[in-house]
């Protein structure tokens, strides 16, 4: 059940009026949904548009991009291909619902139609109300769907809009199957006091799978077998929490297919991206080395006991014999402390390699809530970003949360916005 219902019960998706493709958010909380689906739009935005400029934007061309993205979102989340899709959605004129609708409600629990209607346009209409009114409708292809969400644009935009498609996207994925696959399953996708988001449901969004983790694949804590992201992530996902140590992101959010990824703070999520795809190119065999190295590593020290060394170099594919790996201990540890550290590590057996990134390009940051915005318009906000070697001498630029999230990627990464005030993750 979704609590705090004055956050969320009433949102709906809203563009901004000083950019076309910029979602606006009003109160804290819903960004846990609104920012995967900013992602995934300016995924479509940036990289599916054939004119030169993606800032502009008709109407018609703003909604295909938009019902397109939720599209997206609803097949990430679908288990099986031959699983239904699933749109929760308020009650309509019937005459304009499509044949390939089915109602999970029986035709006499409805009420009459005129009733339903003014109920929706009261203000007064609360979540108790709300609950009994919606409707679930399965969908079984792409097609169908594809249909059936252009159809309910106005719904998306129009209060509930947001509730609306998270519930979908629940469904669609299957409550049991959301269920196993949060491993505290008291914990609760939407934070009962703040209204926030949890990382189960950004994963959700962004991956298809609701785990709690950030790290790459399965990892084994003190006998427990805890789930992590499962393969690399269409758009991606850093956090402040790892340049305090809290937590350590794995390669799969950090490395997505496309240069797109979600920030998260303390308590707001926003959208950092950039055009430059050699930013995503696919992982080097050091990238790869490093993966793996730090699954044996799970609480991110920088090295790992000597005796699992060999299966690290078993995973990676290296000589592994038993003769070759103590000739390695020896080499890598001649002090006998007992641990390979990653650094020694690389050196050996990946020794440095060009970086394909350029030393420069434009990027740019999305902040939905208004009062975040200079003069509270919720524009894209563009800058430079250099990616230096730690050996390069220059002047630093300032210490920024938005700079220090990015680090998690790129230690040696320096920012220079185009406004007078750096982007705020909060």
Not at 214 to 226: P, T
Not at 237 to 258: A, D, H, I, Q
Request: hydrophobic share 35%; proline share 5%.
């Amino acid at each position: 059940r979704i609590e705090r219902e004055r956050v969320w019960i009433f949102l709906r998706f809203v563009f901004s009026q000083s950019e076309a493709t910029s979602l606006e958010q009003f109160e804290g909380g819903p960004c846990a949904v609104i920012a995967p689906v900013q992602a995934f739009l300016l995924k479509n935005v940036v990289f599916g548009n054939e004119k030169q400029n993606w800032r502009e934007c008709t109407e018609e061309e703003r909604k295909n991009f938009f019902c397109l993205t939720l599209c997206e979102i609803l097949e990430t989340a679908r288990l099986k291909h031959s699983s239904p899709f699933c749109l929760v959605t308020l009650p309509r004129d019937r005459k304009q619902e499509g044949h390939a609708s089915i109602s999970d409600q029986p035709e006499s629990s409805q009420g009459s139609e005129e009733e339903q209607l003014s109920a929706l346009a009261a203000e007064e209409l609360g979540s108790e109300r709300f609950h009994t009114l919606i409707q679930k409708r399965t969908y079984a292809n792409v097609t169908e769907l594809k249909e059936a969400v252009f159809d309910q644009y106005s719904t998306w935009r129009n209060r509930f809009g947001v509730l609306l498609f998270l519930y979908s996207v629940i469904l669609t994925k299957g409550i049991a199957n959301v269920r196993n696959e949060i491993e505290d399953t008291a914990e609760p996708l939407i934070d009962p006091v703040y209204g926030h988001g949890s990382q189960s449901l950004i994963n959700l969004l962004l991956t298809g799978y609701a785990v709690l983790n950030v790290w790459d694949g399965d990892r084994e804590c003190s006998g427990m077998k805890l789930h992590g992201i499962r393969n690399q992530a269409t758009v991606g996902f850093l956090t402040l929490m790892e340049s305090l140590r809290y937590c350590k992101v794995g390669g799969f959010l950090k490395s997505p297919k496309f240069p797109i990824w979600i920030l998260g703070s303390e308590t707001h999520l926003t959208v950092f991206f950039a055009k430059e795809m050699s930013l995503v190119a696919p992982e080097s065999p050091w990238e790869q080395a490093r993966r793996v190295f730090q699954t044996y590593d799970p609480e991110d020290n920088g090295f790992i006991p000597d005796t699992l060394l060999e299966d690290v170099m078993r995973a990676l594919d290296l000589v592994s014999d038993p003769e070759y790996v103590n000739i390695m201990k020896n080499k890598l540890d001649p002090e006998g402390l007992g641990i390979i550290l990653l650094g020694k590590f690389r050196q050996e057996f990946f020794p440095e390699q060009e970086s394909t990134i350029q030393d420069s390009f434009p990027v740019y940051h999305h902040n939905g809530l208004k009062q975040s915005n200079h003069n509270e318009k919720v524009m894209y906000v563009e800058g430079t970003a250099v990616i230096m070697g730690f050996e390069d001498p220059m002047v630093r630029t300032d210490d920024t949360p938005v700079k220090r999230c990015l680090q998690t990627k790129w230690p040696y990464i320096e920012l220079m916005w185009n406004t007078d005030r750096s982007p705020s993750l909060n």
